[in-house]
Structures are given as structure tokens and as C-alpha cells.
């Protein structure tokens, strides 16, 4: 699986069958599959790629589509916002963007079954809490936040200036590693 950061909290998520887009920020990208979190300013997307129409996700539920499992969780009745977690290629992610800077026992072992946290600046502690083998950063736009939120939490390892992120199980750290993808 190959992971772009598209800005603000939206992320591509391509497999060979199947191009995904959580919270699209462009209605120039194309993706099979949209699911919207609960993130405000998301945008309709240009059209399909490998169907004859896009597939949108905007409420909970279990969906499986060419080979891509997607969970979408709401964690508060009064609250629309959503835990989105897709597993594709033996790796599963979990995209928090949507999720307070605190979150429940349950929530957060939800988590932690997730080999690669997608997390906004804000919400740092959560990857000190889920210790994913991969936390990619989000919610920023432009290097100058990234710097500061580096040197305010120090991480052990940060990989820098990445333009696609290729996700396979059998490479994945031993240890929790802090990815910045270019936007």
C-alpha cells in the first residue's frame, strides 16, 4: 500500500485494486472510495479511478472493497466525528484526526492493534499512548509547525521529506518511528 498526504488531515491510500481518500481537500483527486471522518472543509472528488462510480463512506459501519478492509467507528452518539481504520497489504492504520486529544480505555486499544497511527499535531500524546510502529503526522500546513511540534516532542526517530509512503507489513520498525510526508 502507498500513503500521500494530500494537506490539512486528508490522506491517499492506493493498493493495486482500490484508491482511497480519507476527508479529500481537492476535488481534482480522483479515488474509488471516500470516507469522510467528521473532519470540517472536506470536498467531493473528481471521480472514480478503478470503478464506474466512487463508493462514499460517511456513516459507521464494516466495509470491505477490493481487498481494503475499512472500519469506521462513531465513538459519541452526539458527536459525528469518527475513528476511520483500514487495513490493506497485512498492515492496518488508523487515522485519529477526527478523535479528541483524549480517548476512552476502549478507544484506545483500538489503537493500538494499529500498526500506523495517522495523527495531527495536536494530538501527540496519542502516540505515546498507542505506540504504533509508525506514526505519520497530519493537521499542519506548512514546515514551520512541523519544526515546532518537533522540538517540543522529542521523538526517538523522525524520518523527513518523504513524497509517497510504501506500507508493507514485513518492513515496519521495531520500534516507533515519527514519518513527515511533503504535502
Do not use: C, W
Not at 3 to 20: A, D, P, R
Not at 56 to 78: A, T
Not at 160 to 172: F, W
Amino acid at each position: 500500500m502507498e500513503l500521500t498526504f494530500l494537506g490539512k488531515n486528508s490522506f491517499k491510500f492506493k493498493t493495486k485494486n482500490l484508491t482511497l481518500i480519507v476527508d479529500p481537500v481537492s476535488p481534482k483527486e480522483r479515488a474509488d472510495v471516500v470516507v469522510f471522518s467528521g473532519v470540517a472543509g472536506v470536498v467531493a472528488v473528481a471521480g472514480a479511478v478503478n470503478r464506474t462510480e466512487v463508493f462514499v463512506i460517511d456513516k459507521e459501519g464494516e466495509y470491505e472493497l477490493g481487498g481494503v478492509g475499512i472500519i469506521v467507528d462513531r465513538l459519541s452518539p452526539d458527536k459525528e466525528d469518527k475513528l476511520v481504520r483500514i487495513s490493506a497489504d497485512g498492515v492496518a492504520i488508523a487515522d485519529v484526526s477526527a478523535l479528541p486529544t483524549e480517548v476512552e480505555e476502549k478507544t484506545l486499544e483500538k489503537l493500538r492493534e494499529s500498526d500506523v497511527l495517522i495523527v495531527p499535531l495536536s494530538k501527540a500524546k496519542l502516540i505515546e499512548d498507542a505506540e504504533p510502529y509508525l506514526a505519520v503526522l497530519a493537521g499542519y500546513d506548512n514546515a514551520a509547525e512541523v519544526d515546532q511540534f518537533l522540538a517540543i516532542h522529542k521523538f526517538e526517530v523522525v524520518k523527513r521529506d518523504i513524497d509517497k509512503l510504501k506500507l508493507e507489513a514485513d518492513s515496519l520498525p521495531d520500534n516507533t518511528e515519527v514519518v513527515v510526508l511533503n504535502g
